[in-house]
């Protein structure tokens, strides 16, 4: 019974020893083991481990990768002396841990203190050498790889890896915006009422040329009609002559009857003549005719 109860005794005092001996590594982790304060090993791997009980103590480090954001934007001053708020964040990791926990004692805290300094001092310098149209759009992406390689270099001493710096957003302040905005807003009227000025004159331009031509048309074309009528009129004037020569007292009755025609076009016309005028000669040879036929 009695060396039942040493087994006994035995068994749990090795279980004791086993459970403050052991110790295990996530792969999310590391582990540094501390003996009376002093670093003695790394763990980075994940996996079973012992130290000395009693005497060893471990602390854990994540190995994941960490974001530091920035709780409210900060103020940068452009080449153009103009104020910009910057809300950006951090993308960063441990890698030594060692290097880690002596630098900041393993305090995360204090370690995105020192990196948020490191790229809030690289903002400043890159800002300062910029105009806001740089910073928003035409280097953004320019400034954001030099920042994290500053930081990545800076934070080596640490142990630290920066793996990205992003600018999140770049914004001007209220009060800068507003009087922007106006600016913007008059730059914007004076080039519509530029361009409405230049289309009005343009118009006018268009319908003035369009007016010439058009009275040059007119004029070429009454030139055309009146040579064409004039044409006409010769022609006429020729076969008339031709009939004539032919055979003139035909000629002279068929422009009789033509005035006859003429004149006699309506009911209410009201002629007085001699009736014996060369007007009415064809017509009394015509009686006499009708009388001798008789």
Request: aromatic share 10%; glycine share 6%.
């Amino acid at each position: 019974m009695r060396n039942l109860g040493t087994v006994l005794l035995g068994l749990i005092a090795a279980l004791l020893l086993l459970s403050l001996s052991a110790f295990s590594v996530d792969q999310r982790e590391y582990a540094l083991v501390f003996r009376l304060g002093e670093i003695v090993a790394v763990k980075k791997e994940p996996g079973l481990y012992f130290k000395v009980p009693l005497v060893d103590n471990v602390r854990y480090f994540d190995k994941r990768i960490l974001t530091l954001n920035w709780v409210e934007p900060d103020r940068f001053l452009t080449s153009e002396k103009k104020n910009v708020l910057v809300d950006s964040f951090i993308k960063w990791r441990i890698i030594d841990p060692a290097k880690y926990y002596v630098s900041v004692k393993g305090d995360e805290l204090q370690a995105e203190r020192r990196l948020s300094q490191t790229v809030n001092d690289g903002l400043r310098a890159e800002f300062g050498k910029r105009t806001i149209h740089e910073v928003v759009s035409g280097e953004r992406s320019k400034i954001m790889e030099i920042l994290r390689q500053r930081a990545d270099r800076d934070s080596r001493q640490m142990g630290i890896q920066v793996l990205d710096v992003r600018l999140r957003r770049v914004d001007l302040p209220q009060e800068v915006s507003e009087s922007v905005y106006q600016r913007m807003e008059a730059e914007r009227k004076r080039v519509a009422n530029e361009l409405r000025s230049r289309g009005a004159g343009e118009a006018e331009k268009i319908r003035a040329d369009a007016d010439k031509q058009r009275e040059v048309i007119i004029a070429e074309a009454f030139s055309q009609a009146q040579k064409i009528k004039g044409e006409g009129d010769a022609k006429a004037a020729e076969i008339y002559s031709q009939a004539y020569s032919k055979n003139p007292e035909f000629y002279a009755f068929y422009r009789s009857l033509d005035a006859y025609r003429n004149s006699f076009n309506s009911k209410s016309d009201v002629m007085v003549l001699d009736p014996s005028s060369d007007f009415f000669k064809y017509m009394r040879n015509s009686g006499r005719a009708g009388s001798t036929g008789k």
